[in-house]
């Protein structure tokens, strides 16, 4: 397996033949979908899906009913290549993945709750979860966690302690264009130090693989 970080929520994941990219918005790299198989969205925020990074590639896009009827609305196009996932639902992409969850985390009670899956992806022996803009876990074992750091919705000890409930012996941080550099350095200084020595906290810059 081999995971790239690109801007935001977004990750390239290449595995045997197929390259997974998941949650690919505003803020990432358009190169992200290059060689895509497969494209995955969590739910329909622009950080989090694009049109145009969509029809940068011609691969299939798995992802919920709101986000399918918002792609349907403005790129028709697009639409063609989309198939529904419903909530629980294990599907393939090239690799077995199962969608987690329902709701986007609340943002402000006064707020509607948008509709959200997270994505579990079994690349061979490991175990990577996405869980897009959500504190919803898949409730078995996790090998990599993509664990958001920062977001409207989120405090960092909503963070942390999401970390510590999936209990993957590494997390990878994502979602993390809403802080400062200084603000990210504060972060990783909470995680490193409150998810301990048996939970392993990374973070990578754009563009950069996984080890």
Known sequence: MRLTKFGHACVRIAHDDHVLVLDPGSFTQREAVEGATAVLITH??????????????????????????????????????????????????????????????????????????????????????????????????????LAPVCAPWLKIGEAVDFARAVGAPRSLAIHDRVYSDLGLGMADQHFRRLLGDDQEWVRLADGADLD
Do not use: M, W
């Open 44 to 145: 329909e925020h622009a950080d989090h899906v694009t049109v145009d990074h969509l029809r940068a590639t011609d691969a299939p896009v798995f992802t919920i009913a709101a986000v399918a009827r918002a792609i349907a609305e403005v790129a028709p196009d697009v639409s063609e290549r989309v198939t529904v996932v419903r909530p629980g639902e294990t599907f393939d992409v090239g690799v077995p993945v199962r969608a987690v969850g329902e709701k986007h985390a609340v943002i402000h009670p006064d707020y509607d709750r948008f509709d959200n899956s997270g994505y579990l992806l079994e690349l061979g022996d490991q175990r990577v979860f996405h869980p897009g803009d959500a504190l919803t876990g898949p409730d078995e074992p996790v090998d990599l966690l």
